[in-house]
């Protein structure tokens, strides 16, 4: 009973999202879900595709050279639908690979494991509920903002004759007339339903990779434990040698699953992360920029409203991103410990042989643990501060762009 309320609390919010898109990696599940339910990713993503991604990308060329409306087009919704929709295929695809994970993070909830244990676990899964819960009100109380913002700004300038009667909610090129009010109605619906399938997939895929990676690091910290504890009590005359062998065996291959699970999350979306770096650089970058040019306005009226959604948007996007790297920190730090916990450990009440043994577990944590975005950069709180540096930069090269063009 304990078993399935912690399990229930530590995944919940996470298996909601995911179930939702209908990319949930369990492999129980998918076997039972038959027909649409089967295939419900399709439908988020023809909604994304269709509405969004390829009318905004179309409109992109129709409007190439106006900088303003270029990154308002592809800051707003153009990549970060774009980045959701990538996500929604990735997981989809590494469903096989991640029902594994899915069944070691049940088992690791169904073992016996003491208080303290415990203790560990629930923390990081109150840390990984809390990420999902605040990641999806923040992104669902954005795109609400958005679309009623922009519903708000097109009925004042139609009612002004400033803006064209039909004036879609994203501004996108389609391959048929929307002028036609049952078109039109019908259109607008879509893009505000593929509105919000991206946010559950931008936020519920995220979500999805800090659990596991808060479940490997609580992992980890009880296995730390483990390893603290092996020599107590032992003294250089005891002879139970072959019992402090097998429990460090047993140490040693705990530590090597726990290896393989992480490795398993940063093969399956290591490249995934890379896109979520450039994407995220981006935004923050255009985003900004949008917010430069909406103080730089002088039509007497402070925009608070518009100034309030940019910088809720702004705060999103790096939150998103922080949280990667404050994950990717944590990983390094808990599996880089297992060191220190030998240290810590009264390996001198052991006898020569078996301290030797200790070097092993030390030797193998030498190279910590990460999560890297394409092989090549990890995730941490340095590179949380060098991203948010680069997208300045970037934001300086277009503010002189803008001011030599006009």
Sequence with gaps: MEFTKDLNYAIGWNRLNLQFLGVWPDSDGLEKNLGFTKYRWIVHAFFMLGFIILPQSAYLIIIWGDLDLMTEDLA???????????KLFIINYHSKTLNPLLSAFFDDWNRSKSHEE????????????????????????????????????ILQMQRDQMEPDRTLICPAYFPYDVRRTSVFYLTCLGQILAAYSATVSYTGVDSFISML?????????????????????????????????????????????????????????????????????????????????????????????????????????????????????????????????????????????????????MHRSAIPLRLTAGKFSTFSMKTFSEIVRTSMGYLSVLLTVSEHRN
């Design 213 to 361: 990676v808060l479940h490997v690091c609580a992992q980890i910290s009880n296995l730390r434990l483990t390893l603290r504890s092996l020599a107590d009590g032992r003294t250089l005359k005891d002879k139970e040698t072959d019992n402090f062998m097998k429990k460090l065996t047993l140490i040693v291959k705990r530590h090597e699953h726990l290896n393989w699970f992480a490795q398993t999350i940063e093969n399956s979306f290591n490249t995934l992360m890379l896109v979520q770096i450039l994407t995220c650089t981006m935004q923050v970058c255009f985003q900004s920029y949008q917010v430069k040019a909406i103080l730089g306005q002088n039509n007497g009226e402070f925009p608070t409203v518009q100034l309030s959604f940019l910088v809720l948007f702004v705060a999103v996007t790096l939150i998103h991103l922080y949280i990667y790297c404050y994950v990717g920190e944590m990983l390094i730090v808990q599996s880089s410990g297992m060191s220190e916990s030998v240290y810590e450990s009264k390996w001198c009440n052991l006898s020569p042989k078996e301290a030797r043994n200790l070097l092993f577990v």
């Design 118 to 153: 415990r203790s560990i676990m629930l923390s990081n899964a109150r840390k990984a509920r809390t990420i999902s819960m605040l990641c999806t009100v923040m992104i669902q109380i954005m795109t609400t903002i958005y679309i009623l913002l922009r519903i708000t700004m």
């Design 76 to 86: 707003t919704a153009n990549v970060p639908v774009t980045i959701a929709c990538v």
